[in-house]
């Protein structure tokens, strides 16, 4: 049984840091595509950042480029997402999902992902 459990969100101000990780079992990942979402209270899940296969493409979304840092450690089956110069509108629900037959114009589909995490809360204040 695959599972995804992240970890890492907090409370944070802006213009601060935090790093959430996010541990696979329960299976093969190395070949998978990995990524991160986030979903704010009302709003619909975003893509925030991914790696195509197994190191592949790594695809960030507009609002985050240049502040977020995605990673993977196949040896470990944990994806990693760095988050600096945080802004409140980055405040979400932010899930890590996994997904093995993902072609990369899929990567920023939420549809396309096999499994999910359920979710760490980042919360940046003003």
């Known amino acids: 049984q695959v599972q995804l459990i992240e970890s890492g969100g907090s409370v944070v101000q802006a213009g601060g840091s935090l790093r959430l990780s996010c541990a696979a079992s329960?299976?093969?990942?190395?070949?998978?595509?990995m990524a991160w979402f986030r979903q704010a209270p009302g709003k619909e899940r975003e893509f925030v950042a991914g790696?195509?296969?197994?190191?592949?493409?790594?695809s960030y979304a507009d609002s985050v480029k240049g502040r977020f840092t995605f990673s993977r450690d196949n040896a470990k089956s944990t994806m990693f997402l760095q988050m600096n110069s945080l802004k409140a509108e980055d405040t979400a629900l932010y899930s890590c999902a996994v997904g093995s037959r993902i072609i990369l114009s899929q990567m920023q589909n939420p549809t396309a992902y096999d499994y999910w995490g359920q979710g760490t809360q980042v919360t940046v204040s003003s």
């Open positions: 329960g299976g093969t990942f190395s070949q998978s595509t």
């Open positions: 790696m195509f296969r197994n190191y592949g493409r790594t």
